[in-house]
Nanobody
Framework: VQLQASGGGLVQAGGSLRLSCAASGRIYSSSGMGWFRQAPGKDREFVAAIRWGRGTTAYEGHVRGRFTITREKGQNTLYLQMNDLKPEDTAVYFC????????????????WGRGTLVTVSS
């Protein structure tokens, strides 16, 4: 499976962006896909995850209510709608796939896309 993330950019605080992640290869219903982010000088952190088949979702606390993770199964595409962006959301965002169901642990994800940079100005 190969993953290709896109949609990052520069946005003012309070603005919105939608990230996309196109996946090649088969994605099983039991798989999970997630978004992680890494800010300069910080560790990679979990943002959101979705179970591919059922669509069950999970969010990191600081983004819950502002970010929405969805997927389009027919197009093998994962999305992250980000609203009310804050400067602290500035990071490189990565999409990832796990065969281990839905999890917030980066170590559980075997497939990673290249990141897309999101910069939020104050």
């Amino acid at each position: 499976v190969q993953l290709q993330a896109s949609g990052g950019g520069l946005v003012q605080a309070g603005g919105s962006l939608r990230l996309s992640c196109a996946a090649s290869g088969r994605i099983y219903s039991s798989s999970g896909m997630g978004w992680f982010r890494q800010a300069p000088g910080k560790d990679r952190e979990f943002v959101a995850a979705i179970r591919w088949g059922r669509g069950t979702t999970a969010y990191e606390g600081h983004v819950r209510g502002r970010f929405t993770i969805t997927r389009e199964k027919g197009q093998n595409t994962l999305y992250l709608q980000m609203n009310d962006l804050k400067p602290e959301d500035t990071a490189v965002y990565f999409c990832a796939l796990t065969r281990a169901g839905m999890t917030n642990r980066a170590a559980d994800y075997a497939y990673w896309g290249r990141g897309t940079l999101v910069t939020v100005s104050s």
